[in-house]
């Protein structure tokens, strides 16, 4: 039995064993989509996350204000116990020692009736800031989006750089057969096979090198998203549009008017100008007289207390009508101490108040004055922000733009030279083939080929960021 039970769990952790790396295998197979890298990195990133948590401490400061406008409540209670050795009718202490307790209980409020309108300009402010550090979120999400963008390109880019690659080293394979059987047949020298195979190595030594620069550029996009690296990371080479070249493009004056109203940088800065007018207002307010409501409930009790009874209460009572504190005096012998019981004292001890407080400030040591000076420089700090956010955007507009309409140049320029070394190099093929040609000169016609691939597959892609990023600029959504 035993052995039937260590051979079911051995069963049942190898079928565990086997889902687990399954699953793993799985999940390290995934085909990656620019949308699940970009949401991915939104996720992982620290920066965006402290500025979610920035945004959430604006979020209290704001929940605070809006609280600051109602009236507090609390309750206090003050316990207190002294301790004394009274004395005899001779002047020595007695020997024993009394002592006090006492307790006095409130509950109290205040509200602010006027302040300068501190209050309502403080909410202001703080929900300006709050809306701003929403905006601020949206600011970092973009960066990571452009920059996620521009390697996933990259990474595309390589993929197809290895794919030309790869058909280089086929086509160089077919022509060294080619020239092997014309060696053979005694159509050209033997010189010409061992051009035609170091130019094999080149290619293959070409491959490598963009093989490389693919697992680079795959690291990076690794990094960029904060994922371990693995060794099988692939993303989606159809996550991007084709892009055709365009006629024209819109002016960087036209998008840079779209783009004022869709950042979200241009609306922080907005809102933090806002704000530091709003804050000139809440500084102000210390210059203003402060009136002020407060209201207690209030009560207590004392060990020492006592109430006196009188053993002859018509007697007591002519003597307080005649002269109570005659009576007092002299008939305290006729009383005697009873117990002053804790609730009757809390009864009989239970008040109410009800005040007005009105500050009005003369002198404070220029601290008004001066806060409000500190306001207005803030506020122009912040029109200086504005300002350089709109210039910011207005150059980096412009330098997209420019370099859109470069890429577009360089694209069909590429085409151009393709289709012409295109041409060349398959009349060149034909003239080798036959004899009429050295195997140098091929090489050479083979080699301008292949720089003209690569350099279209370049101006391609270059192209497509380009396009992207002026898209960001108009609002337009990335093809995810």
């Known amino acids: 039995m035993k052995n039937a039970s260590k051979k079911t769990y051995a069963l049942v952790c190898s079928v565990v064993l086997i889902l687990m790396s399954g699953t793993s295998l799985m999940a390290q197979n995934k085909t990656w989509t620019l949308k699940e890298c970009i949401d991915y990195a939104v996720e992982k990133n620290i920066q965006l996350n402290e500025t979610r948590l920035s945004s959430q401490a604006d979020q209290l400061n704001y929940k605070q204000a809006k609280s600051n406008q109602y009236p507090d409540l609390s309750l206090s209670s003050q316990q207190s116990w002294s301790f004394s050795n009274p004395k005899s009718s001779s002047g020595t202490s007695s020997g024993s020692q009394n002592s006090v307790s006492a307790n006095n209980v409130s509950l109290g409020t ?8 501190q209050l309502k300009n403080e909410i202001k402010q703080y929900k300006e800031l709050y809306d701003a550090s929403k905006y601020d979120i949206e600011k970092v999400k973009n960066d ?53 195979q170091s130019q094999l190595a080149t290619d293959k030594g070409t491959l490598v090198n963009y093989q490389n620069q693919l697992q680079v550029a795959k690291l990076a996009l690794m990094q960029l998203m904060r994922m371990p690296a693995i060794g099988n990371f692939e993303v989606d080479t159809t996550g991007v549009e084709e892009s055709t070249v365009l006629d024209s493009t819109m002016s960087s004056h036209e998008i840079y008017n779209i783009s004022q109203g869709i950042m979200p940088e241009i ?214």
């Open 110 to 117: 205040n509200v602010m009736l006027f302040g300068g309108f």
């Open 144 to 196: 990571i989006t452009l920059s996620v963008l521009a390697d996933y390109l990259q990474v595309i880019y390589s993929y197809k750089a290895v794919e030309i690659a790869k058909s280089q080293i086929s086509s160089t394979m077919t022509q060294v057969d080619m020239t092997q059987k014309l060696v053979r047949a005694g159509s050209i020298p033997e010189g010409n096979l061992l051009q035609i």
């Open 267 to 480: 609306k922080s800065a907005e809102l933090n100008l806002q704000a530091n007018e709003t804050g000139i207002k809440v500084a102000k307010s210390s210059l203003y007289p402060r009136l002020s409501l407060s209201a207690a409930l209030k009560t207590g009790y004392s060990s020492s207390s006592a109430l006196y009874s009188y053993i002859n209460r018509t007697e007591a009572i002519g003597y307080l009508q005649s002269d109570p504190t005659q009576m007092v005096m002299s008939n305290i012998s006729t009383a005697q101490k009873e117990n002053y019981p804790v609730g009757q004292q809390l009864s009989d001890n239970f008040g109410q108040l009800v005040g007005l407080s009105l500050t009005i400030p003369i002198f404070s040591n220029n601290q008004g004055k001066y806060g409000v000076e500190r306001a207005k420089i803030a506020l122009q700090n912040a029109k200086l922000a504005q300002q350089s956010t709109k210039d910011q955007l207005r150059m980096s507009v412009e330098q997209a733009n420019t370099d859109l309409i470069a890429a577009i140049k360089n694209y069909a320029a590429a085409e151009d030279i393709l289709k012409s070394a295109r041409r060349s190099y398959t009349d060149m093929s034909k003239k080798y083939n036959t004899g009429f040609a050295s195997a140098t000169d091929y090489i050479v016609q083979k080699n301008n080929y292949e720089q003209a691939q690569f350099g279209l597959n370049q101006a391609r892609f270059n192209y497509i960021f380009k396009s992207k990023i002026v898209d960001f600029y108009l609002g337009k959504f990335f093809n995810k």
